[in-house]
């Protein structure tokens, strides 16, 4: 049956849609058009940083010069080439299926930033715009992660909490804006929400988001989390952009 199945529905590229040997895998080309970040990164922001091994830690000098408010962060890929298609096809374009490969690489990518009981929460949307996008891609993203991670360990002790954090205030798009535009826009926009807020304290959290640009958003939700009493805080994104800190 099952190959039955792949006469009929081979496999397809998340990338080019071009035919591939297993589900919501990358072909050939458009793998190497990904811009994944491997090697040694920067333990604040995830850049890639020059030499070193992957078991290292290091920090960028972005981050050493402007520390990040939290404790450790990460990203799967650059946002550009093939990262920037992919972000945008899962924001913009319903193309949900892209949360599945996406999911096994943040695993990855999540791994040293794991503490026992941590909860894992998306940054949150403004519930008009969920409304009119019809789903938090970050939310998403974060669900199938949680999925990942206690599939490829059942004993790992994350705990999915997809509606920790409330966007208390609807911010205008921030593509285009300055950091400090940024920054001022989200300030106070975020909060804990009051029915998690007391299961939280002391709880070691790690934050999700499809892009990392400024660090602002992360920002707000990282102190939105320490105002409530959590432990230490760590975020997570699919892509990030160059000099996003």
């Known amino acids: 049956m099952q190959t039955a199945l792949r006469v009929i529905y081979p496999a397809r590229c998340i990338g080019c849609?071009?035919?591939?040997?297993?589900?919501?895998?990358?072909?050939?080309?458009?793998?190497?058009?990904?811009?994944?970040?491997?090697g040694l990164v920067c333990?604040?922001?995830?850049?890639?940083?020059?030499?070193?091994?992957?078991?290292?830690?290091?920090?960028?000098?972005s981050c050493l010069a402007?520390?990040?408010?939290?404790?450790?962060?990460?990203a799967v890929m650059e946002y550009a080439a093939m990262g920037r298609r992919l972000v945008l096809g899962l924001?913009?374009?319903?193309?949900l299926e892209i949360t599945a490969p996406a999911a096994a690489w943040m695993a990855s990518s999540a791994r040293p930033m794991l503490r026992p009981g941590t909860v894992i929460a998306p940054i949150p949307l403004h519930w008009a715009r969920r409304i009119g996008r019809g789903?938090?891609?970050?939310?998403?993203l974060s669900r199938r992660l949680v999925k990942e991670l206690r599939a490829r360990d059942p004993a790992q002790e994350v705990l999915d909490q997809p509606d920790l954090?409330?966007?208390?205030?609807?911010?205008?798009?921030?593509?285009?804006?300055?950091?400090?535009?940024r920054y001022a826009l989200l300030s106070a926009?975020?909060?804990?929400?009051?029915?998690?807020?007391?299961?939280?304290k002391g709880r070691p959290v790690l934050l999700v988001d499809d892009v990392m640009t400024s660090g602002?958003?992360?920002?707000?939700?990282?102190?939105?989390?320490r105002a409530a009493g959590s432990g230490p805080v760590s975020v997570l994104a699919l892509a990030r952009a160059d000099k996003a800190l």
């Open 17 to 38: 849609g071009g035919i591939v040997e297993s589900d919501f895998g990358l072909c050939g080309p458009c793998y190497a058009d990904t811009p994944f970040l491997l």
């Open 165 to 181: 954090l409330l966007r208390t205030r609807k911010t205008p798009s921030l593509e285009g804006k300055t950091r400090a535009q």
């Open 216 to 225: 602002a958003t992360f920002s707000a939700a990282t102190a939105a989390c």
């Open 43 to 61: 333990d604040g922001c995830g850049a890639e940083l020059p030499g070193g091994h992957e078991s290292e830690t290091a920090r960028c000098d």
């Open 91 to 95: 924001k913009h374009a319903d193309r």
């Open 66 to 74: 402007h520390p990040p408010p939290w404790d450790q962060g990460r």
């Open 189 to 200: 926009a975020i909060r804990v929400n009051p029915a998690r807020a007391t299961g939280l």
């Open 135 to 140: 789903y938090n891609q970050s939310a998403e």
